[in-house]
């Protein structure tokens, strides 16, 4: 098979959740069922941190890049918002995302061209953005290497890639922890908060993601093979990735 035609999916699918091949649906009807909640579990589960943290990682890697920008799985707008706010409004920013729920919130928080599509199948035309940004979203891909092969169409030459990941500790006490943080007490406090089920179920699907998520290296050899250049992982406080790539010149 061509390295074309090569697939990587970022976890086997899992089926306590979902029949074998219906990832997709489940993920756009789980996120739009949550939407509404998502921000308030988030800074529940971040202690707050999670615009301040986005923004810092943001600044780290020299983003915002040039004047459009597309944040792919814009969400509710937490990575979008701290760009437009580095950029002093400076940039032109697409948000992409499949759930039009999400898509809806984040409207409500700012203003946003949101776009409702696929992160491995989007409505624009080569080289149209300067920097790509993606949030907390690579293991909802249905596979990296389609969608960082799309990722580097849309950029333009010498434009910039940030991808924001957790990824826990591969096994040990930390594992333990977070998966205890995550699964357990984020998932319960989220339905007592919010009192919907489906919000509790995504914490939960939320781990049992990274948990099979391939490790670090199959993405960092993903980009390459997707064609990017400088491609590397900073790591922050042991479990926040932050993946970063350019399309070369
Ligand atoms: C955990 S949220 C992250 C939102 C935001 N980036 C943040 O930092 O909070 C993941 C988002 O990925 C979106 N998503 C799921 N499948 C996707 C796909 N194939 N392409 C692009 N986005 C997708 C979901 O709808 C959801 O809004």
Not at 41 to 50: A, P, Y
Not at 84 to 90: D, Y
Not at 230 to 241: A, M, P
Request: charged share 25%; glycine share 8%; proline share 7%.
């Amino acid at each position: 098979m061509s390295a074309h035609h090569r697939s990587l999916p970022p976890h086997p699918d899992l089926q306590r959740y979902y029949p074998p091949g219906e990832k997709r649906q489940f993920v756009r009807q789980i996120f739009d069922a949550a939407a509404s909640d998502y921000e308030r579990v988030e800074k529940l589960m971040s202690l707050g941190t999670g615009s301040w943290y986005r923004r810092r990682a943001l600044r780290r890697h020299g983003l915002p890049f040039g004047n459009r920008a597309l944040d792919v799985a814009v969400g509710t707008g937490l990575v979008a918002r701290e760009l437009v706010r580095l950029a002093q409004g400076k940039v032109f920013l697409v948000g992409l995302d499949p759930s039009v729920g999400m898509l809806l919130q984040a409207r409500e928080r700012g203003p946003l061209s949101g776009v409702a599509a696929c992160g491995e199948n989007m409505p624009f035309p080569d080289c149209t953005f300067d920097c790509l940004t993606m949030g907390y979203a690579l293991r909802h891909l249905p596979d990296l290497l389609l969608a960082f092969r799309e990722f580097h169409r849309v950029l333009r030459p010498g434009g910039k890639l940030l991808i924001l990941e957790i990824t826990p500790p591969r096994r040990g006490l930390g594992k333990a922890m977070l998966k205890a943080y995550i699964r357990s007490l984020t998932a319960t406090a989220a339905f007592l908060v919010t009192r919907h089920r489906s919000t509790a179920e995504l914490w939960r699907y939320f781990w049992d993601t990274m948990e099979a998520c391939v490790p670090p290296e199959r993405v960092l050899a993903a980009l390459e093979e997707a064609g990017f250049l400088q491609v590397s992982r900073f790591l922050e406080l042991g479990i926040f990735s932050e993946y970063t790539a350019v399309k070369p010149l």
